[in-house]
């Protein structure tokens, strides 16, 4: 059918960010995505209903500049959110930035130690986004280039460890590996504020506060100066600026075309074919899908059994859902003033809760009081939606997620939000709830996982999303991973799908 | 006004590291003395008679990670010391079977071919993984972890040294290890077996001693150090000390007799004495004063530092630091006197697994549960335990045809819950009672009548661990053994060299670098390092320098 | 699965061990994946010119054994192995090994096609696990046939006699055929000895009733049965490799690299690069130029054997070691295997030298012998391939 240098399976935000950086460096490049619209997990709605991502806080600016939008923001408006921990006797914490106060206005007897500890996060964050922004070392021998320019790199990161200086430096190493549990209440002994920062840290991943390595994910959610934002226009105002830049790249954009078999040839890849039977020729294939469908599309023959193996033991089990309530009007939420009822939304009231909400996931149930991110992103609006992600409800349920499975979580959902708002559920006119194993069946993801593969400490950097397959490349020659479940890792950041376009050019020059 | 010393160093606390530490100095040619607090010695690592005729291992109890090294340097089979390993073990469940654990290997291998064919033979892959780690982990374990935030040569040095055996790894052992350092013993059971009983068999050393579930990231490393002994160069065999845990504390105190050392019982140390910003000597409880420069601490560092040194002559930050080391009691023990050997009815008669380590958990969630449990200051409704009956192998443990059992007990947690309080003070005779009747029930799915056999049962609690040991929160290896409180971490970032802010104050437990277990390499090395910064000597001799 | 209790501890008895017990004299026993097998059962010199010169029986059941059946069978075996598995037809038996991902070889083993669909693979080191990871995602069933399919090895110039004696109709077998006999008795024309030779596979329980049979058939034929030691020798002076001996399976290594390629085992031929994928392939075709080291067939010097000798270049550099070495009473000469680091294995061949240690009567030396490398087997009668197979 054609002939292009480069193919990318998906169109959510990695594939679109692959491709129109490999547009850009003068690849000819055809993506091709299953459903009708561009998007992927982020974007994913039901009926009219908000997107599944339903805030930006690590979209990352050297994605902006290599896929050609430069200058020095984006091109869609996106207002910060403060943050509000709400709390049941209507005492919330308002988190803004850095400043953190009552929601009336009041000091917070801990706002010092809250503030001084997002401003050390932030700033180790920023050290860890430099390890995002390319990726990660190993396979090239030390003398080659590409091993000199590695080395380089492990340079520039040390040498911006050493800049700590030596007790922050020692500090950043050893809360590296920590529990946020620990962490926080070492600093914060207020649920209100441990509870956020907790919910934070475990955001999307299957684990609790109090396992080791949740510092690192929620250093890595500051990575990006800490500020949650709201895009004007929802998620798929994001969605629509990627795919316009892809296109403005050169790019070959084909929605409705999933790929069923990614095609080989003397163990070198030589393009796809679709649901359709037409076929799409490269000598490069870059998939957004996880490792282990991307494995199945070329035929675990073409892989080594330990590489199978390995795919196979990523662990991707999604324990969050989204709910989405269509109010009747907005909602009053006792000691909330109106002009926060837009702000991002916790509850979370001690990091013991999120632990607790955490315990029955373990075991494949789902939590009785589950932690919820609730935002309202048009307050003001006739009939507005309440957008809330709702953890933790895992993929792997006893049972199954049957409709009554779904019903029950909703019922506990709302009897959550009802201890801050006891008037909220009556004004529940519609609701759409969106479990894990519903995610897996519309964007494939393994569990419905945000990540595609779980962020913790042994599926990260060099081991992400497995041990030797963290440089993008897998199985045939030519044949690419750009999806969420590689290094960085998922959010609406764009790095896994720049870092894997690159890696794509530097083994093609 | 100068003032000559009594001694060259003082050691506070007469525990296994501790009298490392001491015998290593005297060897060296000081004058060292070992102050304890108790009027026996050896911390956890005691033989203790609290039933007449019965000897109990009342906190430690079995042997493997003591160094070789160690042993040999300090000559401790000629002052008594003898390990006698053990064979295999099994865990009992609830409809009356069994896995047994064998040394050989197979027997091992029908043995668990009997639950699962594939797991029999995926034993093999994991073996080798463990047995790679071990491999890697070991030459660290005498060696100090670097300071990577000092340019000092010592540091450099070894931060080199690291770099290179890491090197040597391959790009895809790196890997490997990297994944195991940071997996948790669930998630990489999982990923070689498929059995429930055999993964929560294998679970089991993954959670001794610490404040984490099986499902916790950084349990594989716990199992790790589990195995990383050896007896006779069997790497990762277990066996009994030959008299109970106390023979080697005997025998570590007799080498260092032998070698000019005193030993001072009795009396603990009430006060670390200074002066300008540096170590004088201690004071004792009983009022009376030793002077020395040097003074190695063998209890854990939040006791040391909190509650024996004067805050004024420590940095700020350093004392918050101790503050926030992690030191949870997680364990609980029982030592029980048997007037014969009870029945394990599953068991086929003079099995030799009963000579082993022995448990009642049958899954990795009931184990994750058990966590769940402690976490909210209650001790688990279905603890993990760790029995032994070592009279089988020891004749000294208890008269001819009687025997002694001890049964480690995960969790139990310091800070017991009571009435919306959580603290150690809520441990009284009743709730022990409770806690004790818990794990007989849990004794009785491997023994059901072993309640006709008790004569008598030491319950121990964290809090017992504390009050008796010294051990702050009843924490077994003097601090948690996550990522962020090992090596270069250990104990405090900074000071993983043994020393501590106060000039002549060392750290000679386990709080210190590579932690916990009856290994003596933190005392080993504490006294490596303050015979290089302390005295014109310098080094220390035998294989552990 | 049902669970039963098998409180076997120590060594278990084989198929056929009544039998063995009956007959040793020796009392040899040693553990061979777990089995008491017979090291020698008589006298090993007299065993071994049996296997030489009448026929020997030899319990195999030890053995690991997988039966591998579905629609992609063979494309997991060739998945699994580095030869071309497409080729072996039914009927056939072929010699094979297989590499992990990093081209080191994990065992080797003999691969029976019995039908389009149906395979069994014979090894030394347990599969069960491996096979079924490069299974996964496969349609094909595995089955572990490791306890339920016994083997004897009948080997030696009056083999096909006997079987012919016992009723059993081989004649049509050429080398690496196979065939069911009888229901539930299949042989194949294999063996471990490079002679002339059978295996015959059966149900485990039957497998005293076909070693009595077997054993009056050869009764005036000079059958007897023989231990390890005995095929030991003929495997040596066959020139096959033992797993654990002249290679360290590389599954079972706790030491890191301690693997070797095929390449650098002489089996280079045992490679095809053109099958499409298979495991290690691509570590395979950049190892494939760069052996570190190459297992060498020598002829030693003198007349002791040199079994575990280090291996000198100009009797100065240390360049490798002799992992089999026995004195040949076939070929009258003292042969070994021996590993030897390139590029003295190649550019050189002719400086290298083993230091055998000597112990007689109490007085031990230490000797240098110079090594000659030697082309092929050391022993390969013709009557190990011709077909018709002679009768004596």
Redo the contacts between chains.
């Keep these: 059918m054609s002939q292009f240098d480069t193919i990318v399976i998906g169109a959510g935000v990695n594939g679109l960010v692959a491709g129109a950086v490999l547009a850009r460096r003068g690849k000819s490049v055809c993506i091709l995505e299953q459903g009708d619209t561009v998007g992927g997990m982020a974007g994913l709605t039901s009926s009219d209903g908000p997107a599944l991502a339903h805030l930006i806080y690590n979209l990352n600016s050297r994605v902006r500049r290599d896929i050609g939008l430069g200058g020095k923001d984006w091109p869609f408006k996106s207002k910060a959110l403060p943050t509000v921990s709400l709390s049941e006797d209507g005492k919330h914490v308002v988190v803004d930035g850095a400043a953190v106060r009552f929601a009336d206005g009041s000091d917070h007897p801990q706002a010092t130690a809250c503030s001084d500890l997002i401003r050390r996060l932030t700033r180790y964050g920023d050290l860890l986004r430099q390890l995002a922004e390319a990726p990660p070392p190993g396979g090239d021998s030390p003398v080659s280039r590409a091993g000199l320019k590695q080395l380089w790199w492990l340079g520039r990161f040390g040498l911006g460890v050493k800049r700590l200086g030596k007790s922050e430096m020692r500090a950043f190493l050893q809360v590296l590996l920590s529990n946020a549990y620990d962490f926080i209440l070492d600093e914060l002994p207020d649920g209100r504020l441990s509870g956020i920062l907790a919910a934070d840290a475990v955001r999307g991943a299957a684990t609790g506060p109090r396992s080791p390595g949740t510092v690192f994910s929620l250093i890595y959610r500051m990575g990006h100066g800490g500020d949650v934002t709201l895009p004007q226009g929802g998620t798929a105002a994001v969605m629509e600026t990627l795919s316009n830049a892809a296109k403005q790249a050169g790019c070959t954009l084909k929605t409705g075309a999933p790929v069923v078999r990614i095609l080989t040839d003397n163990d070198h890849v030589t393009g796809i074919e679709t649901a359709s039977g037409d076929r799409v020729y490269a000598k490069q294939v870059l998939s957004s899908v996880a490792p282990l469908p991307t494995a199945r599309l070329a035929g675990l023959h073409h892989f080594d059994i330990e590489a199978t193996r390995r795919i196979r033991n990523i662990r991707a089990r999604g324990t969050t859902a989204k709910v989405n309530l269509r109010l009747s009007r907005a909602p009053v939420i006792p000691g909330l003033p109106g002009n926060l009822l837009g702000a991002r939304l916790l509850f979370a009231p001690s990091a013991d809760y999120v632990e607790q909400a955490f315990n029955p996931a373990k075991y494949g149930d789902m939590s009785s009081a589950p932690v919820i991110e609730a935002v309202l992103p048009a307050p003001q609006m006739d009939r507005p939606w309440l957008s809330t992600i709702v953890q933790y409800a895992p993929s792997d349920l006893s049972g199954g997620w049957t409709d009554a499975a779904r019903e029950e979580l909703l019922q506990t959902t709302l009897a959550t939000l009802a201890r801050i708002s006891p008037t909220l559920p009556e004004l529940v006119e519609e609701a759409q709830v969106i479990t894990p194993d519903l995610i897996e069946q519309a964007t494939g993801a393994p569990g419905g996982h945000w990540h595609h593969a779980e962020m913790s400490l042994d599926q990260l950097l060099t081991i992400r999303p497995a041990n030797l397959l963290g440089r993008y490349a897998i199985g045939p020659k030519g044949l690419f991973l750009c999806g969420a479940a590689t290094h960085p890792g998922g959010d609406i950041m764009g790095l896994s799908g720049r870092n894997a376009a690159l890696m794509a050019l530097e083994k093609t020059g | 006004m100068t003032l000559k010393p009594d001694y060259d160093v003082i050691v506070a606390g007469a525990g296994h590291n501790g009298l490392t530490t001491a015998a290593y100095l005297a060897r060296a040619g000081l004058q060292v003395l070992v102050v304890e607090k108790n009027d026996w010695i050896g911390g956890a690592a005691v033989s203790r008679e609290l039933h007449p005729g019965w000897t109990y291992s009342n906190c430690s109890y079995v042997c493997s990670l003591l160094r070789r090294e160690i042993v040999r340097d300090l000559d401790l089979p000629k002052y008594g010391l003898q390990v006698i390993p053990y064979e295999g073990g099994a865990s009992f469940t609830r409809d009356g079977n069994y896995f047994a654990y064998y040394s050989d290997h197979d027997a091992l291998r029908r043995e668990m071919a009997r639950y699962s064919p594939r797991d029999a033979d995926a034993y093999q892959r994991y073996s080798q993984a463990i047995m790679r780690q071990c491999r890697f982990i070991r030459p660290f374990l005498l060696r100090d972890a670097p300071d990577p935030a000092s340019l000092r040569p010592r540091d450099l040095g070894e931060m080199a040294y690291l770099v290179k055996k890491a090197h040597g790894l391959g790009a895809r052992e790196l890997g490997e290890t990297l994944r195991f350092w940071t997996m948790s013993i669930g998630d990489f059971l999982n990923e070689h077996f498929e059995n429930d009983l055999i993964k929560a068999h294998l679970a089991g050393s993954g959670i001794i001693g610490t404040g984490l579930g099986v499902y916790s990231p950084g349990t594989a490393y716990v199992l790790l150090h589990h195995y990383m002994g050896d007896i006779d160069g069997g790497i990762g065999a277990w066996g009994f000390a030959r008299g109970g845990m106390g023979a080697i504390s005997a025998a570590l105190a007799a080498s260092f007799e032998t070698h000019g050392g005193t030993i001072h019982t009795g009396a603990g140390v009430a006060e670390i004495l200074t002066q300008n910003g540096r170590v004088t000597g201690v004071a004792l409880e009983d009022g009376k004063v030793f002077n020395a420069p040097v003074v190695a601490s063998n209890m854990d560092i939040k006791r040391t530092i909190l509650r024996h040194v004067d805050r004024d002559v420590l940095p700020e930050d350093y004392v918050r630091a101790v503050d926030r080391f992690k030191i949870r009691g997680s364990s609980a023990k029982l030592n029980i006197a048997l007037d014969s050997l009870p029945q394990f009815p599953a068991a086929p008669d003079h099995a030799s697994f009963l000579r082993g380590d022995m448990h009642t958990s049958e899954s990795l969630p009931e184990l994750e549960r058990a966590y769940d449990d402690w976490k909210i200051g209650r001790w688990s409704e279905k603890p993990y335990i760790d029995m032994l009956i070592p009279s089988q192998i020891d004749p000294t443990m208890a008269p001819p045809g009687s025997h002694m059992m001890t049964v480690f007990v995960q969790y139990a947690p310091y800070d017991l819950a009571v009435g919306g309080t959580r603290s150690g003070e809520n441990w009284d005779e009743a709730q022990r009672k409770a806690m004790a009747e818990t794990v007989v029930n849990q004794i009785e799915i491997a023994c059901p009548d072993i309640r006709n056999h008790i004569l008598h049962m030491e319950v121990r609690s964290p809090a017992e661990l504390e009050r008796e040991v010294g051990l702050t929160e009843g924490n077994i290896f003097q601090g948690e053994l996550t990522f962020d409180q090992l090596f270069f971490n250990r104990p405090i970032p900074g000071y993983s060299d043994y020393s501590t802010p106060l000039k002549g104050l060392y750290i000679c437990g386990s709080s210190a670098h590579p932690g916990g277990g009856v290994m003596g390499a933190p005392g080993a090395n504490a006294a490596r390092n303050i015979l290089r910064r302390e005295t014109r000597a310098g080094r220390m001799k035998g294989y552990a320098a | ?1 049902t ?10 008895l084989g198929p056929v061990h009544d039998r063995l017990e009956a007959l040793s004299r020796t009392r040899n026993w040693y ?1 061979w ?2 089995y008491a097998a017979p090291a020698s059962v008589e006298s090993v010199e007299f065993e071994y010119f049996a296997l030489r010169n009448q026929a020997s029986l030899f319990d195999i059941s030890p053995m690991h054994k997988y039966r591998l059946r579905g629609r992609q069978a063979e ?1 997991v075996l ?3 192995v580095t030869r071309d598995a497409s080729k072996l037809r039914p009927g056939r038996v072929g010699y094979a090994v297989w590499c ?3 081209g080191m070889v994990i065992d080797d083993g003999t691969l029976f096609r019995l039908a389009d669909d149906d395979w069994r693979l014979c090894c030394q080191e ?5 096979l ?3 299974a ?3 349609d094909v069933e595995i089955a ?1 046939e490791s306890y339920s399919l016994a083997g004897l090895a009948l080997q030696g110039p009056t083999s096909f006699a006997i079987l012919d004696a016992a009723g059993l109709d081989v004649a049509h077998l050429k080398s690496f055929d196979h065939a069911a006999a009888e229901p539930d008795l299949m042989i194949s024309r294999t063996g471990f000895t490079g002679d002339l030779g059978y295996e015959l596979w059966m149900p485990w329980d039957d497998a005293t009733a076909v070693w009595d049979r077997i054993w009056t058939a050869g009764a005036h034929l000079g059958l007897r049965a023989i231990g390890y030691e005995a095929v030991n020798i003929a495997r040596i002076e066959a020139g096959f490799l033992t797993a654990g001996v002249d290679f360290q399976p590389v ?7 301690r693997g070797l390629t095929p390449f650098e085992l002489g089996l280079g031929h045992m490679v095809d690069f053109s099958k ?2 298979f ?4 570590a395979l075709l950049s190892a494939r130029e760069a052996p570190r080291s190459l297992l060498m067939r020598v002829d030693v010097e003198g007349f002791k054997p040199a079994q575990g000798a280090l291996v000198y270049h100009r009797k100065r550099r240390e360049v490798g070691h002799i992992t089999s070495g026995i004195w040949s009473p076939t070929a009258k000469r003292n042969i070994a295997l021996a590993h030897v680091a390139t590029p003295y294995a190649t550019r050189s061949p002719t400086q290298l030298w083993a230091e055998v240690y000597t112990q007689e009567e109490g007085r031990w030396e230490a000797r240098m012998a110079r090594l000659t490398p030697v082309e092929g087997a050391f022993f390969a009668p013709p009557r190990a391939r011709a077909t018709p197979p002679a009768r004596r």
């Design positions: 699965m669970i039963s209790p098998d409180l076997t501890l120590g060594l278990v553990g994946a777990g494309a060739n998945r699994l992990d991902e990093e347990p599969m069960l696990d491996w079924a990871e490069a996964w995602g496969f572990d599954q079972a290594t706790e030491r890191l690299n499409g994928h495991n290690g392939r691509r």
